[in-house]
């Protein structure tokens, strides 16, 4: 009688258990699907017609890291990345009444952080562009990683933007 009390034990806590890590698994698949960004289609597809990221005109790329803090335009004309909340900002410039740092600017001319009266705000609803992946406009290339942009010219000149500041780059 005891065996057999102890028999249905098992048996009702192996299904508990067959319970519980399929509910955890269902739990994690949801996660992983709610969290998958968006992926971008090529860039031809994904251009349109607009000002161009240093405002000469062309077709620019917008997208976004994953973690919406950062966004971007990418052209032929150069790439621009805004970002929201970032630990060091550059110093200003005497002449600069705003903020510098928020906005950065890669165009033929060079690297520039332009003078803002305000904060620029990044589009949380551009596309997304995942962890690992880059895209390519012109001669300009901006690679998304966990620790943020980097975007550099064919001759290697660039930046990289993240939380943590801004590194220019040779």
């Known amino acids: 009688m005891q065996a057999e009390r102890r028999r249905r034990l098992l048996v009702v806590l192996a299904v508990v258990d067959v319970i519980a890590l399929m509910t955890v698994a269902v739990l994690v698949l949801r996660r992983v699907e709610a ?21 000469t005109g062309g077709d620019v790329l917008r997208f976004a890291l994953p973690s919406r803090n950062i966004t971007c335009a990418l052209s032929s004309a150069g790439a621009t990345c805004v970002i929201s ?3 060091t900002a550059p110093t200003p410039t005497p002449a600069c009444t705003g903020s510098v740092g928020h906005q950065v600017v890669l ?16 589009d949380p609803d551009g596309l997304v562009l995942p962890y690992g992946a880059s895209q390519t ?18 001759g290697g000149a660039g930046f990289r933007l993240a939380r943590s500041g801004l590194t220019a780059l040779p």
């Open 35 to 55: 969290s998958r960004p968006v992926v971008l289609p090529a860039p031809a597809t994904a251009s349109a017609t607009a000002p161009s990221a240093s405002g």
């Open 137 to 154: 406009v012109g001669d300009y290339t901006c690679t998304s990683a966990t620790t943020g942009v980097t975007c550099t010219t064919k």
């Open 85 to 87: 909340q970032i630990d």
């Open 107 to 122: 165009d033929a001319t060079g690297l520039h952080t332009p003078c803002t009266t305000s904060s620029p705000t990044p």
